[in-house]
């Protein structure tokens, strides 16, 4: 290992609590072509377990670590080229420890434009602010007179050039920038003032026409409701150290860094030079470097809120492979339905019209019936959009005229977010050619139903909903993220190879999209695998590919019964002779943990599979195949609460969180508008982050504290102390905490009816960022 990638390793184990050693086999395997998920899954004897989370940190942070190395031996060439590497500067660049602190380091030798300092020292004036530094008791003016010449006429455009010299040390000063930059940090307050004349047409951003808080501190929804506000000209933003105290305590370390301690005549000129310096120069360094601070943090902060909703929605719970209708609800267009089997395979569409004009209500529920009937519908999805409300209702009531000996479904509200965006896809129209758009769209809500994962994985996540002021970050970092997420998602939970979709297929680990589609082109044109080896046959997928694959697909009811498992198949010779062990059938221990209890991992233990995997396999062996999601359960919505104007103050109502912000959780309560549980509100204890106490999905008893009608927003309460008003949990404008908007829904059910669920597919906080803005 050279300096640097040991400078590196070390760096990286001290950020994710791990040994330099560990975190060397990680980048090994890496930068070798393993994936994240195969390293963290197969790999745990060589990074000493490193986790998921843990080697995503690791590779962001190679990232950034390795463009730092890269950057810092191109400043020392630069330097070198120069003449003017010193020991000391060398000394100073190998342990800058950002990038931030190699540009600082940088400045004086980065070459660039003809500056005026630069000028004033081709006139001759370098030595005259010397002499100034040197003789304090002198005045200033009577030295700057030995200085005139053709170039400079007058004492005053010498004594300005010796300034221009000064400010440009200051501002190049790598000491003193990072002692400012850290001061700020700690101590600078941003402030946010309305520009004249815009109050009105920036009305949503009213909290910050007057708002000053600490820099280091502030939440990142309500930086980004700021900087929005300042990129739509609404308001000016200034970060600068607070006037009365933090003001004196910047000109102190600037009068430190040139020592002016005395009341001199040169004292006073170095004085007002200084404060100069900070007004003309280094104060819009400093602003310029914590505002791109400001936003890259705020930056971060939003996409991992974004980044952990959407993990909590792929791996919400799945209803199930069981028969669902899906209903896409319209009024004027129609109510469009799709019954897929158990396994998602479309059977059957309809158009229902029991809406205005045709107000076809009968021929609706006679519609309904007969597919429940004939297809055996065990679940009805309904979408959350436009006429949700009316569509719940009329399935309620035809529930109550099935015939008798017919089981009843159970009707789900699901989210409609991002269906439309995959209606129209390429995708949707290769699998469904000859369907209206419409009724893709029935599809996708009766699958996103029984497999949420496998069906919102054929969907851009930009485009799901669960995000905090999404199109205000970086897009490509944001990208970035959330692909992992799903990658993630998909290798956790593991794919069916016989009935994956290449969507799906295409995040399993070590395929992407070619050898997804290649490998459902094969199984259509040859039929079902019969085993994990089949891939091989697969045009294009080679060893390596198969390695980092294989664990993560199952074939149900093979040959081979651990196909069907995690055990990855290099280890099946281990896993067979912890069966011999057991001195029964394969198929007989897979299951049985109580077959399995008296065997000590130790035993296994060989040259090639440590403890880890052993224990790994064990466990597989216990439970063949296990989903790591929750079981699926559903929100019972209180009867006659169908609308905003339904609700009043303490109100007791159960709900499913739908969003998780940092200011607190998005509940649907079947009200056509989800409601704010402020973060104050969520627990009888101080809550610092909402995903400590809620994640998407979740079904919460919640208390209604305040509703606003005309502006649609609903405050509610999780604290069982009764504490708290409707001051305290609602909505603020400008501060990201927006009305919800899911589309219209209804808790209501007919008395024969099982009550109305939800599973928890929400899109509130997109939508009410989009209102809020």
Not at 52 to 61: A, F
Not at 478 to 493: F, I
Not at 505 to 527: F, N, S, T, W, Y
Not at 612 to 634: M, N
Request: hydrophobic share 45%; net charge neutral; proline share 5%.
């Amino acid at each position: 290992m050279t300096a640097t990638a040991d400078r590196i390793a070390r760096t990286i184990a001290q950020e994710i609590n791990a040994s330099a050693a560990q975190v060397a086999a990680a980048v090994g395997l890496l930068d070798g072509g393993a994936t994240v998920p195969f390293v963290a899954r197969y790999r745990k004897e060589a990074t000493g377990g490193l986790d998921d989370t843990q080697l995503r940190q690791l590779s962001d942070r190679l990232t950034y670590l390795r463009e730092l190395e890269a950057r810092r031996e191109t400043i020392l060439g630069s330097i070198r080229d120069q003449g003017k590497l010193t020991d000391d500067l060398a000394r100073a660049i190998a342990g800058a420890d950002s990038k931030a602190a190699l540009e600082d380091l940088y400045l004086p030798y980065k070459p660039k434009r003809r500056t005026r300092a630069m000028i004033a020292r081709e006139n001759g004036l370098e030595p005259l602010l010397r002499a100034i530094m040197a003789d304090r008791a002198a005045v200033p003016e009577v030295l700057a007179a030995d200085y005139l010449s053709e170039a400079v006429g007058t004492t005053k455009a010498a004594l300005e050039g010796a300034r221009d010299i000064l400010a440009e040390e200051l501002s190049e000063n790598a000491g003193l920038l990072g002692r400012l930059r850290d001061f700020l940090r700690a101590e600078a307050l941003i402030t946010a003032r309305v520009v004249a004349g815009k109050e009105e047409a920036g009305a949503k951003f009213s909290d910050y026409f007057d708002h000053s808080e600490k820099w280091g501190t502030i939440p990142s929804h309500r930086a980004l409701a700021i900087l929005r506000a300042a990129r739509e000209d609404i308001v000016t933003v200034e970060i600068a150290p607070e006037p009365e105290q933090g003001f004196p305590r910047v000109q102190a370390m600037i009068a430190a860094e040139i020592g002016i301690p005395g009341d001199g005549p040169g004292d006073a000129w170095l004085r007002a030079a200084a404060a100069w310096a900070w007004r003309v120069k280094l104060s819009l360094s400093m602003h310029l470097d914590l505002m791109g601070e400001l936003r890259a943090r705020a930056h971060e902060e939003a996409i991992a809120v974004f980044a952990r909703n959407l993990r909590d929605l792929l791996l919400a719970a799945p209803a199930g492979a069981r028969p669902t209708l899906g209903l896409d609800p319209g009024i004027r267009t129609g109510v469009k339905a799709a019954v897929v089997d158990a396994t998602g395979k479309l059977l059957e569409t309809a158009t229902l019209y029991p809406f205005q004009p045709k107000n076809d209500v009968r021929g609706a529920q006679a519609m309904l019936v007969d597919l429940i009937r004939r297809h055996g519908v065990e679940l009805v999805a309904i979408g959350n959009g436009t006429a949700s409300r009316e569509t719940e209702r009329l399935v309620a009531e035809t529930l109550g005229l099935l015939p008798e000996g017919v089981k009843r479904p159970v009707k789900v509200i699901v989210s409609e977010a991002g269906a439309s965006v995959y209606s129209a896809s390429e995708l949707a129209a290769r699998e469904f050619p000859d369907l209206d758009v419409s009724l893709r769209g029935a599809v996708s809500i009766a699958r996103r139903l029984q497999d949420p994962l496998a069906e919102l994985v054929k969907i851009e996540p930009q485009s799901i909903g669960v995000g905090q002021y999404q199109h205000d970050v970086d897009q490509r970092r944001l990208a970035r993220s959330l692909e992992a997420v799903v990658e993630d998602a998909v290798n956790a939970v593991g794919v069916d190879l016989n009935t994956a979709s290449a969507p799906l297929l295409a995040h399993v680990a070590g395929l992407g999209p070619a050898l997804a589609q290649a490998i459902v082109a094969h199984r259509d044109a040859r039929g079902a695998f019969a085993s994990r080896r089949a891939l091989l046959e697969v045009g294009g997928l080679g060893p390596r590919a198969f390695e980092q694959c294989a664990g993560f697909l199952r074939i149900r009811d093979g040959a081979e019964p651990l196909d069907a498992s995690s055990v990855h198949p290099e280890a099946y010779g281990v896993a067979r002779r912890i069966v011999q062990a057991c001195g029964r059938d394969i198929r007989q221990i897979m299951g049985d943990a109580a077959a399995l209890k008296g065997l000590r991992p130790e035993d296994f233990v060989d040259d090639a599979f440590g403890l880890p995997t052993v224990r790994d396999i064990l466990a597989e062996l216990e439970k063949p195949g296990r989903d790591p999601r929750p079981s699926f359960v559903t929100a019972t919505f209180t009867d006659g609460v169908e609308d905003i104007r339904d609700l009043r103050p303490g109100m007791l109502l159960e709900g499913t969180v739908t969003n998780v912000a940092a200011f607190g959780a998005f509940v649907d309560i079947g009200v056509h508008q989800d409601g704010l549980v402020h973060v104050s509100q969520l627990a009888d204890r101080f809550v610092k982050d909402p995903h400590e106490v809620v994640k998407a999905g979740d079904v919460v008893k919640v208390r209604v504290l305040e509703v606003d009608i005309p502006r649609k927003r609903i405050g509610l309460s999780m604290r069982r102390d009764g504490a708290g008003s409707g001051r305290d949990a609602a909505p603020k404008p400008g501060r990201n905490a927006a009305k919800g908007k899911g589309g219209p829904r209804s808790g209501s059910a007919g008395p024969k009816a099982p009550p109305t669920a939800r599973g928890g597919f929400g899109d509130a906080l997109v939508a009410a960022m989009k209102k809020d803005r």
